[in-house]
């Protein structure tokens, strides 16, 4: 389970699942870079670690922000060393009926979901490229495989990153980067709390009978950041209760 002192990058890691990666991935020796555009969130993720023997320092930034993205990758290099691994894990989910997405919304949940991974590997690639080693994973979403109602922006941005995670995985497959995705189904989160469905009464639905919980996730994302996950690019590890197989 030795991440070897690398450093990584979780984005959106002031809550949620993003905070249980970070946890999980500095248990697992990773140094670890906390950015949230909510600065109070990534600060209490980076006591949590640090009370937990990790190290870890927090990053207030726009993850969908193009310079924001660059300062913060060099303060990152400034402070942790290169960055070894990136989980693209900052999203937003909003419930629109289609007809009433405008123009703005559509394109701020493409900017936030699947422009800024782009941005951010782009940042941290050349990174990995020179070391010859390298993780990127990103949290893309089961609706991409059921659909969701009143989410047909979210939908797009997670299928975009579904997409985006296999052309470069075919691209830098020689090079020792990989990318993979980490679909989460229904998990336990202040995202999931907020969404207009009934939690507990769509867990008895489930196969499991239960929300995931964001440790669930976490340990998907800490198994692909590992030496044992060297030979697997472009994979899914759908992380959902049964839900959906295959
Ligand atoms: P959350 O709302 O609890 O956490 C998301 C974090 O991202 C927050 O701390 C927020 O401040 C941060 N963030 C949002 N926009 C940002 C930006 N522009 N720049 C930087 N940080 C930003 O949500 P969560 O449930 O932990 O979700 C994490 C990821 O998992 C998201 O990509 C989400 O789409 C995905 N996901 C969650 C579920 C679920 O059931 N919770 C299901 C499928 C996919």
């Given at each position: 389970?030795?991440?070897?002192?690398?450093?990584?990058?979780?984005?959106?890691a002031?809550?949620g699942i993003g905070?249980?990666?970070?946890?999980r991935l500095?248990?697992?020796t990773?140094?670890?870079?906390?950015w949230d555009?909510?600065?109070?969130g990534a600060?209490?993720?980076?006591?949590?670690?640090?009370?937990?023997?990790g190290?870890?320092?927090a990053?207030t930034?726009?993850?969908?922000?193009?310079?924001?993205?660059?300062a913060?990758a060099e303060?990152?290099?400034?402070?942790l060393?290169p960055?070894?691994?990136?989980?693209?894990n900052?999203g937003i989910a909003?419930?629109?009926?289609?007809?009433d997405i405008?123009?703005d919304?559509f394109?701020?949940?493409i900017?936030i979901?699947?422009?800024?991974?782009y941005?951010?590997?782009?940042?941290v690639l050349?990174?990995?490229?020179?070391?010859?080693w390298g993780?990127v994973?990103?949290?893309?979403?089961?609706?991409v495989q059921s659909?969701s109602?009143?989410?047909?922006?979210?939908v797009?941005?997670?299928?975009?990153l579904?997409?985006?995670?296999?052309?470069l995985a075919?691209?830098?497959?020689?090079?020792?980067?990989?990318?993979?995705?980490v679909?989460?189904?229904?998990i336990d989160?202040p995202?999931?709390?907020?969404?207009?469905?009934?939690?507990?009464?769509?867990?008895q639905?489930?196969?499991?009978?239960?929300?995931?919980k964001p440790?669930?996730?976490?340990?998907a994302?800490a198994?692909?950041?590992?030496?044992?996950?060297?030979?697997?690019?472009?994979?899914?590890?759908s992380?959902?209760?049964?839900?959906?197989m295959?």
């Amino acid at each position: 389970r030795s991440l070897n002192g690398r450093t990584a990058v979780v984005t959106g890691a002031g809550s949620g699942i993003g905070r249980a990666i970070a946890l999980r991935l500095a248990e697992d020796t990773a140094k670890i870079a906390v950015w949230d555009i909510n600065g109070d969130g990534a600060a209490e993720t980076v006591k949590l670690i640090e009370a937990a023997g990790g190290t870890a320092i927090a990053i207030t930034a726009d993850c969908s922000d193009k310079a924001a993205i660059h300062a913060a990758a060099e303060e990152t290099r400034a402070k942790l060393g290169p960055i070894a691994i990136l989980v693209n894990n900052a999203g937003i989910a909003p419930f629109t009926p289609f007809m009433d997405i405008d123009d703005d919304l559509f394109d701020k949940v493409i900017h936030i979901n699947l422009r800024g991974p782009y941005l951010l590997t782009k940042e941290v690639l050349p990174d990995m490229l020179a070391a010859g080693w390298g993780r990127v994973i990103n949290i893309t979403s089961s609706s991409v495989q059921s659909g969701s109602f009143a989410q047909g922006h979210y939908v797009s941005s997670k299928g975009g990153l579904m997409g985006m995670t296999k052309a470069l995985a075919l691209e830098f497959a020689p090079s020792g980067v990989t990318f993979n995705m980490v679909p989460p189904g229904f998990i336990d989160t202040p995202m999931l709390r907020a969404a207009p469905i009934d939690a507990d009464a769509f867990a008895q639905t489930l196969p499991m009978k239960r929300i995931g919980k964001p440790e669930d996730i976490a340990a998907a994302c800490a198994y692909l950041a590992s030496e044992e996950a060297s030979y697997i690019t472009g994979q899914t590890i759908s992380t959902n209760g049964g839900r959906y197989m295959g």
